[in-house]
């Protein structure tokens, strides 16, 4: 059954755009598509009787809110901050638009839940640095390589993302913390070659960093596109362009080096 | 000059110098924070004789004064 | 075969897995991804190896269809969006040594000399980039397609 929020707890058209702001950037930044966003926020903006616009743009939210029938109306822009993916943020914001719709949380509780949902991003670096390396050691079995060659994958991966993980801690630029670790990674990915041990040497040199392919932003970027958001898609594409350079520039300074001819 | 095995070495050094450098600063973080061996500690503290004044009551002192 | 079909599904699950962990989904969403991954990427080893013999692009359409319908019906009993376990499933089926290879092709194309050489690289990048754009394309189209099909389950999952 659909209930609505009572009149007493209902915020006003200022206060749910300035929460509807912080919640677009937020879940924005976590990663989600636009469709989700859109949908998102017209079902909280609906629970509290009220409708909402947005615009999407690259870097900033613009979002505007009114009352139908009345003049208590407000419109916000929150910046999309520069956070990394978390689909455990998109997932729980997701499930508190439902919350909201379903009237179960007021609206200060349901503004406290944000903040604990945002402020409670935890991750495990060591589990996710472990399994990123497994995952790319399987990925080069995919691609048909041996044992010894997922062996080369699974610690130049390791080796490269560690380097990723305290580069990015100290605030390196992330096109450049890409290059760099693409660069370690292919060193470390052509052992085999260079020592000619294993039966498949450039299935090593080749996957060895494939972990730093922006998946998620290229998903995104084409999910957006079918939906129509082309300034948000082709924002994201470009920037998924962009890193993808940075790992080929990476790559090929490797691979120039260690004098292997991948093309 | 054989350039692949010297970026080869270059780079297996690089990570095999900062893994034992990351393991002990992860380990000091994690079990608190110890003193340094060898470091540089004030006048007080390398000729505090029990008795002597501490800091706080220096301050103290310094109070009445500001007082009078 | 079969057992090439089962090694197929379990590294790709073993990917799945991994790539998503740098995207932390939530930890009841790990088994689903794993699953969805695994029957997606076999599906397309099939596509592509057995008589059909399919070209990587409507097989890889295909598995992202799969995969697209498998986390709409999922998702809602793991409670989470459907993108949160339909986007690390396509994980192995990034086409990322394409994407790569596009970038290495225009770096030769910049520095070869003469028709013959230029010609040999910028089809390199031509090929690689077409293809790997197309992928993409077709991956996101076949996951995206039951979304939209099912909008009533899929937006409601988190529900």
Not at chain 1, 105 to 134: E, G, M, N, S, Y
Not at chain 1, 167 to 173: A, C, K, Q, S
Not at chain 1, 217 to 239: E, G, I, K, Q, W
Request: glycine share 6%; net charge positive.
């Amino acid at each position: 059954m659909k209930t609505t929020t009572s009149d007493s707890a209902r915020p006003s058209a200022g206060e749910l755009s300035l929460f509807l702001s912080q919640y677009s950037a937020r879940l924005l930044g976590a990663g989600a598509t636009c469709i989700r966003l859109e949908k998102n926020a017209a079902r909280i903006a609906k629970a509290y009787g009220k409708e909402a616009e947005i615009s999407i743009m690259p870097r900033h939210v613009h979002l505007s809110v009114w009352a139908p029938g009345s003049t208590d109306t407000a419109a916000s822009i929150a910046a999309i901050g520069h956070t990394a993916i978390s689909f455990r943020i998109n997932t729980k914001l997701s499930e508190l638009s439902w919350e909201i719709a379903d009237g179960k949380v007021d609206f200060a509780t349901a503004a406290k839940r944000f903040d604990r949902i945002v402020r409670d991003d935890r991750r495990d670096p060591r589990t996710v640095l472990f399994l990123v390396a497994l995952a790319n050691a399987s990925f080069c079995r995919l691609f048909g390589g041996d044992f010894i060659a997922m062996t080369t994958v699974c610690l130049a991966t390791a080796a490269g993302y560690h380097l990723k993980l305290l580069l990015l801690g100290r605030g390196v630029d992330i096109r450049l913390t890409v290059l760099v670790c693409a660069f370690a990674s292919a060193v470390l990915g052509a052992t085999d070659t260079l020592f000619s041990i294993g039966e498949t040497p450039s299935v090593a040199s080749g996957t060895s960093v494939l972990y730093l392919v922006p998946g998620i932003p290229f998903l995104n970027s084409f999910s957006d596109l079918l939906y129509r958001h082309y300034l948000c898609a082709f924002s994201r594409f470009v920037d998924a362009l962009v890193l993808t350079c940075s790992l080929s520039i990476g790559l090929c300074a490797g691979m120039l080096l260690m004098n292997i001819r991948m093309f | 000059m054989n350039t692949p095995l010297i970026t080869w070495g270059c780079i297996v050094a690089l990570f095999a110098c900062m893994l034992p450098a990351r393991l002990i600063a992860a380990n000091r973080s994690r079990t608190g924070h110890r003193p340094p061996l060898i470091g540089f500690g004030s006048e007080r503290e390398a000729f505090f004789i029990p008795g002597d004044p501490t800091s706080r009551q220096t301050k103290e002192y310094e109070d009445e004064d500001d007082d009078l | 075969m079969l057992l090439q079909i089962f090694q197929d599904a379990l590294f790709a699950a073993i990917a799945a897995i991994g790539f998503a962990a740098i995207s932390t989904p939530p930890r009841n969403a790990y088994g689903w991804c794993a699953v969805i991954a695994a029957i997606g990427h076999s599906l397309r080893f099939v596509l592509m190896n057995a008589q059909t013999q399919l070209h990587i692009i409507p097989a890889t359409l295909g598995s992202a269809f799969a995969i697209g319908t498998l986390a709409v019906f999922l998702s809602p009993r793991a409670r989470i969006p459907a993108e949160t376990c339909l986007f690390p499933a396509l994980l192995p089926m990034i086409p990322g040594t394409y994407a790569y290879k596009a970038f290495g092709g225009l770096a030769l194309c910049l520095l070869s000399e003469g028709q013959d050489a230029f010609g040999r690289n910028f089809y390199l990048f031509a090929h690689n980039a077409l293809m790997c754009s197309c992928l993409l394309l077709c991956m996101v189209l076949g996951a995206t397609l039951p979304i939209f099909l099912f909008q009533k389950i899929s937006f409601r999952a988190t529900r």
